[in-house]
């Protein structure tokens, strides 16, 4: 059974970087079938795909235009988690971030979520 | 990328039917078979319901169905349960790598 398990930083401040990981059990960062996301929840937006990252013989990103100057997915073999790293931060980006996988076109296994909130 | 539409709430009572409706453009629910919808407890992690437009996933009950015409794809819950009152969102692949979802659906079991 696959479980993806998320990191908790809670609060970031103003024009600083949000950093999220995600672990995975269960299955592997560097499979050729699935591909690793973040998606994000806020009152104002709903919920918000940002970005993948995924390995098909080499690995690929893919991001949403609206944050695609400010964000960087990774994956890390090592530890077979995958992270988000969120630059220049406004109240905008608070929201509830969850990672989840992707299988061919939809998520089918979801992390239970991390609440960010961008205050100094 | 703009969000697909949701109607903001359904409701009905238990053992009654709701259809949820989910519209895009010909760019992403009109262009792909690719709408799945997702059912959302807060504070939980969001679940798979529909994929490919109409498939279920294993476990899912088939209360649960999903259809497309042109550019709006539809989720109907039949036989309401308690147990259904939650958010629901649909997501459709927008081409170029790109995925949306839609503003959401709060289903009330009156």
């Known amino acids: 059974q696959v479980q993806l398990q998320q990191s908790s930083p809670g609060l970031v401040k103003p024009s600083q970087t949000l950093s999220l990981t995600c672990a995975i059990s269960?299955?592997?960062?560097?499979?050729?079938?699935?591909?690793w996301n973040w998606i994000r929840q806020s009152p104002s937006r709903g919920l918000e795909w940002l970005g993948r990252?995924?390995?098909?013989?080499?690995?690929?990103?893919d991001y949403a235009v609206s944050v695609k100057s400010r964000i960087t997915i990774n994956p890390d073999t090592s530890k077979n988690q995958f992270s988000l790293q969120l630059n220049s931060v406004t109240p905008e980006d608070t929201a509830v971030y969850y990672c989840?996988?992707?299988?061919?076109?939809?998520?089918?296994?979801w992390g239970k979520g991390t609440t960010v909130t961008v205050s100094s | 990328q703009s969000a697909l539409t949701q109607p903001p709430s359904a409701s009905g009572s238990p053992g009654q039917s709701v259809t949820i409706s989910c519209t895009g453009t010909?760019?992403?629910?009109?262009?792909?078979?690719?709408v799945s919808w997702y059912q959302h407890h807060p504070g939980k992690a969001p679940k798979l319901m529909i994929y490919?437009?109409?498939k279920r996933p294993s476990g899912v009950p088939d209360r649960f169905s999903g259809s497309k015409s042109g550019n709006t794809a539809s989720l109907t819950v039949s036989g309401l349960q308690a147990e259904d009152e939650a958010d629901y969102y649909c997501?459709?692949?927008?081409?170029?790598?790109?995925?949306?979802f839609g503003t959401g659906t709060k289903v009330t079991v009156l």
């Open positions: 989840a996988r992707m299988f061919h076109y939809y998520m089918d296994v």
């Open positions: 010909s760019s992403d629910v009109g262009g792909y078979n690719y």
């Open positions: 997501s459709s692949y927008a081409g170029n790598n790109n995925y949306v």
């Open positions: 269960g299955d592997s960062v560097s499979s050729n079938s699935a591909a």
């Open positions: 490919e437009v109409s």
């Open positions: 990252t995924y390995y098909r013989s080499k690995w690929y990103n």
